[in-house]
């Protein structure tokens, strides 16, 4: 009798689940109890990644071109990370206690996990943030040779690497701390949000807002990525999930194919400000800033709101022009049971946020919501939960983080060579040239945020400026919480800023049109968020920094200085306004209405109004001579 044959691919597809299984169950029961120092934890969670990484490249491996040398290159990989964290998973007392001595198997350790760390990022996460890692390092042995403010004064090759290794402000610094503690915990939640039917509630609110109003296929698109992207957290990742249906439905209705995918990729890329979720970013914010998830969550809530009213408004203006309607092929009824099918999903993560917001850590509110989903989702047999769905839910959560992971170990990198050398202060006093007038540094710091998003994740992109540019900017007298979300909002809106915009470009496949285009489109449709932070910065009544009181003083006006901004971009207020001084005016009067303050919210109050009367009267002449 001839042996059956084993399947290689579905032995390790059998592995990977397991071990991300068990990786997950760790997290959170470290989570819950916190029995395993951050010392361990660490190490042990960037093991994880490492190790699932690799197994998902192993899992692939027959798509390979030399499937041979790919498997024995992944084997080697796996080596170098669970050898190059062994020395601080068994040896990190001896380490604490011999603090300063740099021993060869620290230098060996280091050396194998940088190795591994760039090997396995580039896998996950692209080319860009590996190759800048490998700059850095080369600056830091090298650097002593540069001229003027960029050179420091040398550093060894094994000093380099016990610096990354060893200190808090390297591999194992805040990044990695950050994606243990609340990255893992935080995809799972997400996972059994979706496994328990929450996804389709926000795809039957879509399809909802599609049937009543006017251009209500693309409003569907904001809608049901606003809501994805609260747990979804990557724009990419919201643009595939959401635009798959909202792209092609967008067209039948009407909509230009760039315009169509400009509105998924701007409504996606909000996800990353929209609360309470925000992406990994959040956390990390919260983390450097030392004060709550909740504070950082409420500080988003005005900015994420006029973002997406600024959408909102340019999608009922070009519908408008555009005499496009509602979708009305829609069955409403089918709409409304799927609602009422799965409106329970939406309790737990209800309950997470009510959690933060009563002053519940932000594990405890996560862990809430794990454990009340399944538990709820058992109301209704159409989102009832299995046993194996729960654990399919850990295990997935657990891959989720793996490209977030890679890129915070790689961060990691990045930030240890700048804590290391002391490149950040040649930043500083780079910007301190500018200390008579903040706005060019602000200027200089978005262009670095909007650089270095380009080819990393926001909150890489996020941890890597803020090291550099923060302290300097709060020395020059602004809020340091408005500095910190300056930051990371153009960090996660270079995802939509030309020439490399990857919601964009990933938008733009599915709508089968011109990139760049689509780039452009989506950036005139994002161009509130790379105004307010501006605004936020100069007054941080914007972000809720003021009390309730200083938000009801700025957000009407806000609000009306917002649909003003986006009549002038789109040209149309009350009708088209073709009149390009008067689009001109509608910008300038809604940039003055955004900005707190009374003189120029009356003055652009005032603009407002003299332009509707403009357009009102000419309009009404136009309709006299035609008749």
Not at 146 to 159: A, I, K, Q, T, V
């Amino acid at each position: 009798m001839e042996a059956k044959k084993i399947d290689a691919t579905k032995v390790l597809k059998w592995i990977l689940y397991v071990i991300a299984l068990l990786g997950g169950l760790l997290h959170i029961y470290n989570s819950a109890l916190g029995t395993i120092s951050s010392f361990q934890m660490r190490p042990l969670h960037l093991a994880v990644v490492g190790v699932i990484a690799v197994l998902m490249e192993l899992t692939k491996i027959k798509e390979k071109k030399h499937p041979v040398a790919s498997a024995i290159v992944n084997i080697i990989i796996m080596c170098c990370v669970l050898y190059g964290v062994s020395e601080l998973l068994f040896n990190y007392e001896a380490i604490a206690k011999t603090a300063g001595t740099v021993s060869t198997q620290i230098v060996i350790c280091c050396t194998l996990l940088v190795i591994a760390i760039l090997f396995f990022t580039e896998r996950k996460v692209g080319k860009a943030l590996p190759i800048i890692s490998c700059i850095f390092i080369l600056y830091a042995l090298f650097g002593q040779y540069l001229p003027g403010m960029l050179g420091h004064r040398g550093y060894s090759y094994e000093r380099i690497m016990y610096f990354l290794y060893v200190n808090g402000n390297g591999i194992f610094g805040t990044a990695i701390d950050t994606s243990a503690r609340y990255l893992v915990l935080f995809m799972i939640m997400g996972q059994f949000i979706e496994l328990s039917g929450t996804s389709k509630l926000f795809m039957a609110l879509a399809d909802y807002v599609s049937s009543k109003l006017r251009g209500g296929a693309a409003k569907s698109s904001v809608v049901a990525s606003a809501l994805f992207g609260t747990i979804s957290g990557t724009p990419i990742a919201n643009v595939m999930v959401t635009g798959a249906f909202t792209i092609p439905m967008m067209k039948k209705s009407g909509f230009e194919a760039n315009f169509a995918a400009g509105v998924e990729a701007t409504a996606s890329t909000g996800g990353l400000i929209m609360p309470p979720m925000m992406g990994a970013g959040a956390f990390v914010m919260a983390e450097l800033l030392g004060i709550s998830y909740s504070a950082v969550m409420v500080a988003a809530i005005i900015p994420a709101v006029l973002y997406y009213f600024s959408i909102y408004l340019a999608i009922d203006f070009y519908s408008a022009k555009s005499g496009i309607g509602r979708v009305e092929e829609i069955d409403i009824e089918d709409v409304k049971r799927r609602i009422k099918t799965y409106a329970h999903t939406i309790i737990p993560l209800l309950a997470f946020i009510v959690s933060v917001i009563m002053g519940y850590s932000v594990f405890r509110s996560a862990i809430i919501c794990i454990i009340l989903t399944p538990i709820l989702a058992a109301v209704r047999k159409e989102t009832r939960m299995s046993f194996k769905s729960v654990l399919d839910g850990v295990a997935k959560g657990m891959m989720s983080t793996v490209s977030l992971g890679a890129a915070c170990a790689c961060a990691g990198i990045i930030v240890g060579v700048i804590s290391l050398t002391g490149f950040g202060f040649s930043f500083a006093e780079l910007l301190g040239l500018f200390n008579e007038v903040p706005i060019l540094a602000l200027i200089i710091t978005m262009l670095v945020c909007i650089i270095m998003g380009m080819g990393m994740p926001a909150v890489a992109s996020y941890m890597i400026t803020a090291t550099i540019a923060a302290g300097t900017l709060i020395n020059m007298g602004f809020s340091s919480i408005a500095v910190h979300m300056f930051i990371f909002f153009f960090s996660c809106f270079s995802s939509v800023t030309p020439p490399v915009a990857l919601a964009s470009y990933s938008a733009a496949g599915l709508a089968q049109t011109n990139p760049m285009k689509t780039g452009y489109k989506a950036f005139q449709l994002a161009l509130v968020a790379f105004i307010v932070p501006y605004f936020f910065v100069y007054s941080p009544a914007l972000i809720a920094q003021e009390g309730w009181m200083g938000v009801l003083g700025v957000l009407p006006a806000a609000i009306i200085g917002t649909y003003a901004f986006v009549a002038g971009l789109q040209g149309y207020l009350l009708g088209p306004v073709n009149n390009w001084l008067l689009r001109i005016l509608l910008i300038g009067g809604g940039c003055a209405m955004i900005a707190p303050g009374l003189v120029s919210d009356l003055i652009g109050l005032g603009i407002l109004v003299v332009v509707s009367v403009i357009v009102y009267f000419s309009r009404k002449s136009a309709k006299a001579s035609a008749a």
